[in-house]
């Protein structure tokens, strides 16, 4: 590992560290302890240029690391190979991990958004978080019944837009009730009942909301949207996977005039 600031070294697996560190790749700890680790060197870098709390970064002894990170006060672990290959959550790793707090977010900002509704598959869910980063939409907030946003291959397919706008795990019928007190439309997607969506001139400020990969977004939650959309299938396909539906409505709800 060249260029080290690493403050101490851990050997052994069964080190309670290391432990600690493993049982991390599991919801139920990742909610308790109220942290996360992503994997490689873009996700810690992204992550460190973001200026994310990191609680430590840990780095397999024959990691070369860039000269150019800036750790500032952060532990840095060197660990074994052995200790890697436990904590990796791809075929080949890079040996470079960052343990993230999560963040504390009770409210959020701006005028675009999008609702995420029983999601399950992480490469979704991570593409659409991806997707809605470049699409300049201002938070992402995920339903019960979804896959964990912590999740390590949703961290891995949204290549570092957790650390760039707000993601939060919520009640959905909640967050409605607010956009709807703060005006703001929303539009769910949906077959029956809705509109072509190129019918639809949103203005400044929206709301998108996407459903379960095989169901699609739940009746209770679009008995509550201000309007429903649909994609038009112009081809012998019976749907969109949900993240691209996603990207299509994201970008022309953002530009639309």
């Not at 959020?108 to 490469?123: A, E, Y």
């Not at 169901?215 to 081809?235: A, H, K, M, Y």
């Not at 949900?242 to 299509?248: K, S, T």
């Amino acid at each position: 590992m060249e260029g080290e600031t690493a403050l101490k070294y851990i050997q052994s697996v069964n080190n309670p560290q290391v432990k600690q560190w493993k049982k991390l790749l599991g919801r139920k700890e990742r909610q308790k302890a109220g942290a996360f680790i992503v994997e490689g060197f873009h996700l810690v870098e992204e992550a460190l240029s973001a200026g994310t709390d990191i609680i430590e970064i840990i780095a397999s002894e024959k990691a070369e690391m860039p000269q150019s990170w800036d750790y500032g006060d952060t532990i840095v672990t060197v660990v074994t190979d052995d200790i890697v290959r436990l904590l990796a959550d791809t075929e080949t790793p890079q040996g470079v991990f960052a343990v993230c707090r999560q963040p504390n977010i009770s409210d959020l900002q701006g005028k675009t958004f999008l609702l995420v509704d029983s999601v399950q598959d992480p490469g979704n869910l991570g593409t659409m978080i991806r997707t809605a980063d470049a699409a300049g939409i201002d938070a992402v907030i995920v339903g019960t019944g979804s896959v964990d946003i912590y999740n390590p291959k949703v961290l891995r397919s949204a290549q570092g837009s957790h650390f760039h706008l707000p993601v939060v795990s919520g009640d959905l019928f909640r967050w409605l009730e607010r956009m709807r007190q703060h005006g703001i439309p929303v539009y769910g997607t949906a077959l029956e009942n809705a509109r072509e969506y190129t019918e639809i001139a949103p203005g400044d400020s929206f709301a998108l909301l996407v459903g379960n990969e095989g169901n699609g977004v739940r009746q209770e939650l679009l008995d509550e949207t201000t309007e429903n959309l649909f994609i038009p299938i112009f081809g012998k396909s019976e749907s969109l996977n949900v993240a691209v539906a996603a990207g299509i409505l994201l970008y022309y709800l953002k530009t639309a005039k």
